[in-house]
């Protein structure tokens, strides 16, 4: 029996993108893939927020979703893969941040908690000051911890566009603090 012939008829709806099927997949599949993210991550919040993008993901690319290949199941399970891979290097880059922040300074280094604060204040400002799509894409990347990759299918703007707006937001913070650091 070949593998079209054993397809199901949520797989079928889900590849030509039948309005009901991203939810009728969620009602088979949905359990799968979240104890999957959960045996992974240990977070059952985490394990949600990877479940939803998963979904969200496989929706998109429904088109490159080939039912003679594989089962709808395997192909959510190998996203699956990807999305706990990338929850995991955010939690990693989140703590990077946290051990950086919250680090003292050692006696005797010239940066004090009063410039350290100076400079989370002026980085604050500086963002709030971009525009957006900027503002939006920087806070994704810094104060929520996400990859280029995520904010790109977050905001749903291709990874290019991404990189591109956070060098330039970059740039910019760099000029601002460079000004600064000449006038303080």
Same mark, same amino acid.
């Given at each position: 029996?070949?593998?079209?012939?054993a397809a199901?008829?949520?797989?079928?709806?889900?590849?030509?993108?039948?309005?009901?099927?991203?939810?009728?997949a969620y009602?088979?599949?949905?359990?799968?893939?979240?104890?999957? *993210?959960?045996?992974?991550l =240990?977070d059952p /919040?985490d394990a949600? #927020? @990877?479940?939803?993008?998963?979904? +969200?993901?496989?929706?998109?690319?429904?088109?490159?979703?080939?039912?003679t290949r594989?089962?709808?199941?395997?192909?959510?399970?190998?996203?699956?893969?990807?999305?706990?891979a990338?929850q995991?290097?955010?939690?990693?880059?989140?703590?990077r941040?946290?051990?950086?922040?919250? *680090?003292?300074?050692?006696v =005797?280094?010239? /940066?004090?908690?009063? #410039? @350290?604060l100076a400079?989370?204040? +002026?980085?604050?400002?500086?963002?709030?000051?971009?525009?957006?799509?900027?503002r939006?894409?920087?806070?994704?990347?810094?104060?929520?911890?996400?990859?280029?990759?995520?904010?790109?299918?977050?905001?749903?703007?291709?990874?290019?566009?991404?990189?591109?707006?956070?060098?330039r937001s970059?740039?910019?913070?760099?000029?601002r603090?460079e000004v600064d #650091? @000449?006038t303080?």
């Open positions: 029996m070949s593998r079209a012939s199901t008829a949520t797989e079928e709806a889900f590849a030509t993108g039948g309005e009901a099927a991203l939810a009728a009602q088979e599949l949905g359990a799968l893939v979240y104890s999957i *993210a959960l045996r992974s =240990g /919040e949600a #927020d @990877v479940t939803q993008h998963v979904f +969200v993901a496989a929706w998109r690319a429904r088109a490159r979703y080939d039912v594989a089962k709808l199941s395997t192909w959510l399970v190998g996203i699956a893969r990807h999305k706990i990338d995991f290097a955010s939690r990693a880059r989140s703590q941040i946290a051990d950086r922040v919250g *680090a003292t300074p050692e =005797g280094s010239a /940066e004090s908690p009063v #410039d @350290v400079d989370r204040v +002026v980085l604050t400002d500086e963002i709030a000051r971009l525009g957006d799509p900027q939006e894409i920087m806070t994704l990347a810094f104060y929520d911890g996400l990859t280029h990759v995520q904010i790109a299918e977050r905001l749903d703007l291709p990874l290019g566009t991404v990189k591109s707006h956070i060098r970059l740039q910019r913070l760099r000029q603090l #650091d @000449v303080s």
